[in-house]
């Protein structure tokens, strides 16, 4: 791997909730290089999007980061107070939402927002200068640099995923974290975000972590893959090994679940279950209940992650 | 007893656009949203037929259409042989027995004050088949055949109480406790846990061989379409623009919509990137819908004609209707 641009180790997210505590991140690790794009994926609620947010420290309450450090660059993020926060985020990590809508002002133009955006991190550039870089961006992205002048509602789902896009990459982000970008999209729409992002990927070099629950999209984009658990990391691999030789059971189990459209014979396999509670999960492996491969120690200790094979990380008493 | 279960001729749904009274006084006339355009299509006994698009083609407003949940502007929907839209209200009452809807949202679909139970027994009361401790009975049957086990227990849950599994679940035993012939299911397994959806999936098709089902699957995912439909149609706009074998519609598209649909859809293997033939821009609105074919302005392979003249749905070959200029 390149040089290590983020690195979580035990990462533990909780939420307080009046049923119980939620532990929707529970002693996580991986690490990011620089240039490169990792798919996190999972179902929902298994807790990658939270994980996403706690990297920039803006998990909503009453989540809070209980445990863990987060390396960004060689400093802990989490010792940060929140003025250096805030100027991390945006400018050095920045974040693409699903709902474009709910992030965008309905009452702000479009260009405003993002000359905004530009003069919050640099207080010396001039307006039209900002305006500029604003156009040039939006032109960048396929759309039409007049529609600065435009409101949110004036554009559509896929225009405003491309000024989240623009927002996200106007300060030249070092790190940006995409959450199901392209999840309220149609799936034409969704291709050209895809094909845009790839293109970005090259041009800006972008480390890019894409947080899904789709295996399609991963496919489509990520060098290496993460898969989430009920709030564990359960196998870290390249997209390759991954997709052709996924280890852990879970991985495995959703790969021949979900339909592929290019296969001409798949029989569609079935998983029992459903994703456990994070108030109550279960011991040991919380995969375990749902397993066709379960043992007695599955039940009782939790497995460690390994490297059972080069670069190719699994939790799993199999191995 | 007909062959077509559903037929659906020349279906129109408009939706007159809301205005401000001052607006409606200065206008010289009212704005429609042209939901469904002018489609015809069958749905043979046994069969599942997919109606697939993106949001705003009409694939949804069509499924309410023919459960007659909405009245259409105009054309005619014939199910089993009858005229769904002329026959009076008792006959409805009756028919509408034998068609039943299953929603995206189980969660949405359920009353969250009434147990699961209740819910999946009061069609039986509603219809008169069975009430007391006949329905309960034919509840709990039903809740085992559905996988919603132990019936007896989950029979006194409230919805917030299940799964989002256990509630697609319960939907579908609400549907299927009356026996119908047809059922019209949006986007059944959109809101469904990725690891959980295929069970459904699977049971939806166990379920379609043991009651002699019919399914209007209604999807935005041909993913997952492949593996459940017969027949498919492929919505634009209101208007179908290709239907026929699934197989034939998937190997040899024939409407370039279709193609680029097709190939948009990201496909779960890292080798399979490809490059995509993905048409510029997005659906546009369905008010002012362009002339001639209404994909022309997106289609990459747009002709003079296309901008003019509207496409007629024809046959290719096998019933596969395409609606292109390129395939005349």
Known sequence: ?319 | MSEKLVEVHDLFKWFPVQKSFLETLLARKLDYIRAVDGIDFEVRRGEVFGLAGESGSGKTTTGRLILRLIEPTRGGIFFDGRNVLTVNGEEMRRLRQRMQLIFQDPYASLNPRMKIGTAIGHGLEIHGIAKGQRERDLVIQMMERVGLTPAATLYEKYPHQLSGGQRQRAVIARALILHPDLIVADEPIAMADVSVRALILHLMMELKEEFDLTYLFITHDLATAKYICDRIAIMYLGKIVESGPLREVYSHPQHPYTEALLSAVPVPNPRARREHIIPKGEIPSPINPPSGCRFHPRCPYAMEICSKDEPRFAGTKDGHLVACHLRR
């Open chain 1, 1 to 319: 791997m390149a040089e290590i641009l983020l690195r979580a180790e035990d990462l533990e997210v909780y939420y307080a909730t009046r049923a119980g505590v939620v532990k929707a991140v529970d002693r996580v690790r991986f690490e990011m290089g620089r240039g490169e794009t990792l798919g996190l994926v999972g179902e929902s609620g298994c807790g990658k999007s939270t994980l996403g947010f706690s990297i920039l420290r803006l998990v909503p309450p009453p989540g809070k980061i209980v445990g863990g450090d987060i390396i960004f660059a060689g400093e802990n993020l989490l010792e940060k107070d929140e003025e250096e926060m805030r100027k991390i985020r945006g400018s050095r990590i920045s974040m693409i939402f699903q709902d474009p809508m709910t992030c965008l002002d309905p009452l702000e133009r479009i260009g405003d927002h993002i000359v905004e955006t530009i003069t919050t991190h640099d207080q010396g550039i001039k307006r039209a200068e900002a305006w500029k870089r604003a156009e040039e961006m939006l032109d960048r992205l396929g759309i039409d640099p007049s529609r600065l002048e435009d409101y949110p509602h004036q554009l559509s789902g896929g225009m405003r995923q491309r000024v989240m896009i623009a927002l996200a990459l106007i300060l030249n982000s070092e790190l940006v974290i995409a959450d199901e970008p392209t999840t309220s999209l149609d799936v034409i729409v969704e291709a050209q975000i895809l094909d845009l992002l790839k293109q970005l990927k090259e041009d800006y070099e972008l480390t890019l972590m894409l947080i899904t629950h789709n295996m399609g999209i991963v496919a489509e984009l990520a060098d290496r893959v993460a898969v989430m658990y009920a709030a564990k990391m359960v196998e870290v691999a390249e997209a390759l090994p991954l997709y052709e030789k996924p280890m852990h059971p879970y991985t495995q189990g959703l790969l021949r679940s979900i339909p592929n459209i290019s296969l001409t014979e798949q029989v569609l396999a079935t998983m029992p279950g459903s994703p456990p509670d994070l108030i109550r999960p279960p011991s040991g492996c919380r995969f375990h209940p749902r397993c066709p491969y379960v043992k007695d120690e599955c039940k009782e200790i939790e497995p460690p992650m390994r490297e059972v094979e080069r670069e190719h990380l699994v939790a799993c008493h199999l191995y």
